[in-house]
């Protein structure tokens, strides 16, 4: 996602863009190039080229106004086609929540001899020698009463998905 210093740098990049004179091209002898600064009338010298301007930069310079035009309208149509899909994407995102149980993997989970050795090393759990402990233990990292509540309740999700991300990142280091 942009910034807003970006949006803002992109929302001047805009206005000067509408607002630059049009019609570029190269004078007659080739060392000016020539814009139509006011609509209907006859292009005008904005700058003048020197010799050691090649022609790649000649090239470039005549055609930025048409190529920043062909990228800013690109862009547009980007960020049109971006928000269409946020909507389906956030009602897939909460169609997946809801028929998603984390409970049952946060179980499964403390099966895991990985994820018990993760707990002593990196939590600070006393004894993961029983599932009873390994579940204690997550109930208080993630500051719940019951593991149901990471089916139902988007903080205690969101902070199962914190500790699932610590201990893959974790045992990719351990292995």
């Not at 149901?148 to 045992?171: M, Q």
Request: proline content about 2%; overall charge neutral.
């Amino acid at each position: 996602m942009a910034s807003k210093a970006d949006a803002q740098r992109l929302a001047t990049i805009r206005t000067r863009h509408a607002e630059a004179s049009t019609n570029w091209q190269l004078g007659s002898t080739g060392t000016e190039l020539l814009a139509v600064i006011v609509p209907n009338t006859q292009p005008v010298a904005v700058a003048q080229l020197t010799v050691e301007c090649g022609y790649i930069d000649r090239d470039f310079l005549l055609h930025a106004h048409d190529d920043l035009r062909f990228v800013l309208g690109l862009l547009q149509e980007a960020f049109a086609e971006i928000r269409r899909w946020k909507p389906r994407q956030q009602q897939q995102v909460e169609h997946a929540h809801k028929n998603a149980n984390y409970a049952a993997e946060c179980a499964m989970r403390s099966n895991d001899q990985m994820f018990r050795r993760f707990l002593l090393e990196e939590t600070g759990a006393a004894d993961v020698s029983d599932a009873v402990r390994v579940d204690s233990h997550v109930r208080y990292l993630l500051k719940i009463d019951s593991r149901n509540e990471l089916n139902t309740a988007a903080g205690a999700r969101n902070r199962w998905f914190d500790l699932r991300a610590e201990f893959e990142a974790w045992k990719r280091n351990a292995e």
